[in-house]
């Protein structure tokens, strides 16, 4: 037996749903729709599937349709905790339905849908993982469904299976593509619909319409509570400061979330850096004050969290970045010839003054990242420069220099972390359990209704279940055109920290008492069973931002 115990209590946990779903339900249609910008562009980008009504549902005295609909899903990006469930909701709402609707899942991600690789899922395969994390149901991968061939490719295997819609979960960019795809089949009257449902642990999947992606209530709670252990234990020894960086490729949501539940003495949001044009050296004297004044009381211990983005927010690493690249594909064969010792002369010699200035101001490791570690296409990896690291060293000398003048006269220790990964596949908490069940099975509504072009939503997440309003909103009423790869796209608006938004203003209220004072708090792990309101409550964020 290789299912532990937890897991097997979790399988018989039973999603709860908005009150709605226990009885046949009828698609009412609301207003039509414009997009968020750039109408007329994306009007005629998207002539099928634009200014379409969003729709709710309705109880009704029977089914619209008894008809068997088979369905192909498909998981598309990063792990998100809680995509298990949206396909289970998925299937019980087509098999309730009819008993004879088929789910197919197409493997490894959208690759599966162009190779042709799939699986049935069926009622054993999908009781196995029900309200477990991770995607090895079906596996996901990042290839982008963007071509005609690829959507002429993919439509083969859909007839073959007489697949009449397909959902695709994944973040911004996978959504977006989802519309282009129903776009596409509609004006060649293919005959299948495609529907979207919202995912990202990064939190920046959400607008007027969406109130959160799924997977990020989860995932802030797995850091949140590894975070509140390293308080504890910094609280106990008082001797590290722990630099805790923290994923999400560029929105600082999940930081601030972490933030919010365990009151660290620091939380750097990028958002913020950015609106503020806040250097690096400005950064670092921030964190080096608020150690040195907790020094002062005795205080040689604390928390930093850093959020992934932040490099990619400080405009003068953004300005060096781009010259190191276009430095890298003139000079790059050049570089390989000079000796190991003098490579970094060597590439301050070559950068403007500015750029060479500040490249001779990070620290060793950190320069090296930024010019032997390159990808395929010879650019910097800036997802592996090491942030936590960069700072922590920055702060270890401004402090030295603060001793020597007799303004500091602490203790500085390090310990570096960085949480990722162990939080994008934990087993959902109640709230994604129960939010992604709840979406996949409103995917199976709209379905049943024939809808397309349609992200799958629900509303109201910071209410009891019973009062959340499930439905369908016309994914080109989030796009907007932006500039990606040099070229005008039609996308969907990528949700940054509002800096006017209630929990990054919450944040600022407290952020001076946390830095000096020790305010920690200690979330504890994900509760499954036991009290709602330790249970099933939402994340500080969503209830801050709709309360
Ligand atoms: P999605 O946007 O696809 O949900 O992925 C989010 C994320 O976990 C980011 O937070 C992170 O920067 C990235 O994926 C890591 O990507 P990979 O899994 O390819 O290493």
Redesign the pocket.
């Known amino acids: 037996d290789n299912i532990s115990p937890l897991q097997r209590a979790r399988a018989d946990y039973e999603p709860k749903v908005p009150s709605i779903f226990n009885g046949h339900i009828h698609i009412a249609e609301g207003e039509t729709t414009v997009s968020v910008d750039d109408c007329e562009e994306i009007k005629a980008l998207f002539p099928n599937t634009y200014g379409l009504p969003i729709v709710r549902f309705e109880a009704a005295e029977m089914a619209d349709t008894t008809d068997p609909i088979n369905v192909g899903v498909i998981l598309s ?2 792990q ?1 905790p809680g995509g298990h469930n949206v396909i289970a909701g998925l299937f019980d709402g087509i098999k309730k339905i009819s008993s004879e609707s088929k789910l197919y899942g197409f493997l490894m991600g959208p690759d599966g849908l162009v190779q042709h690789r799939y699986k049935e899922l069926t009622a054993d395969i999908i009781d196995e993982y029900r309200n477990t994390g991770g995607f090895d149901i079906i596996g996901s991968g ?1 290839t982008k469904l963007e071509t005609k061939e690829q959507f002429d490719q993919g439509l083969l295997v859909l007839k073959e299976l007489n697949i009449k819609a397909l959902v695709i979960i994944g ?1 911004d960019d996978s959504n977006t593509n989802a519309c282009v795809l129903a776009e596409y089949y509609k004006s060649i009257d293919a005959g299948v619909q495609v529907i979207g449902c919202p ?4 939190g920046d999947l959400k607008n007027d319409q969406i109130e959160t992606s799924f997977g990020f209530d989860t995932a802030c709670k797995v850091y949140s509570e590894v975070i509140g252990n390293i308080q504890r234990d910094c609280n106990s020894a008082r001797k590290y400061w722990h630099f805790i960086k923290l ?3 560029s929105a600082s949501h999940i930081a601030l979330e972490c933030a919010l539940q365990v009151q660290p003495n620091i939380c750097i949001i990028s958002e913020e850096v950015k609106e503020k044009q806040t250097t690096l050296a400005e950064i670092v004297d921030y964190i080096a004050n608020v150690v040195a004044k907790r020094a002062d009381k005795g205080e040689n211990f604390g928390t930093v969290l850093i959020p ?1 983005g932040l490099i990619e927010f400080l405009p003068a690493m953004k300005k060096l970045i781009t010259e190191l690249n276009d430095f890298l594909s003139r000079y790059g064969d050049d570089l390989e010839l000079v000796k190991k010792s003098a490579k970094r002369d060597y590439i301050i010699s070559k950068l403007s003054p500015e750029n060479g200035q500040f490249y001779a101001s990070l620290p060793k490791s950190v320069a090296q990242q930024l010019t032997l570690d390159r990808d395929p296409h010879g650019n910097v990896q800036v ?1 592996l420069i090491e942030t936590e690291q960069l700072l922590a060293d920055m702060v270890g000398k401004k402090l030295k220099t603060w001793k020597k003048m007799g303004k500091y006269t602490g203790k500085y220790k390090v310990l570096t972390h960085f949480f ?1 990964y162990e939080g ?1 596949s934990s087993a959902p908490s109640n709230f994604d359990a129960d939010y992604c069940y709840t979406l996949g099975y409103t995917a199976s509504v709209l379905i049943a209704g024939g809808k397309t072009g349609y992200m799958s939503t629900v509303r109201h997440t910071h209410r009891p279940h019973e009062e959340w309003i499930p439905g369908g909103v016309p994914i080109t009423m989030m796009m907007n055109m932006e500039k990606r790869h040099g070229e005008m796209k039609p996308v969907i608006r990528k949700a940054l920290v509002k800096l006017d938004g209630k929990p990054f203003r919450t944040f600022v209220e407290h952020r001076e008492e946390w830095a000096l004072n020790t305010c920690y708090l200690y979330p504890g792990p994900i509760q499954y069973f036991g009290p709602s309101e330790v249970c099933d409550q939402p994340t500080k964020t969503l209830m801050l931002e709709h309360t």
């Not at 995912?199 to 990064?202: A, F, H, L, R, S």
């Open positions: 990006g990063g998100a990042r973040g995912k990202t642990i990064d994923m999400g490729r992934e997802s990722g994008r």
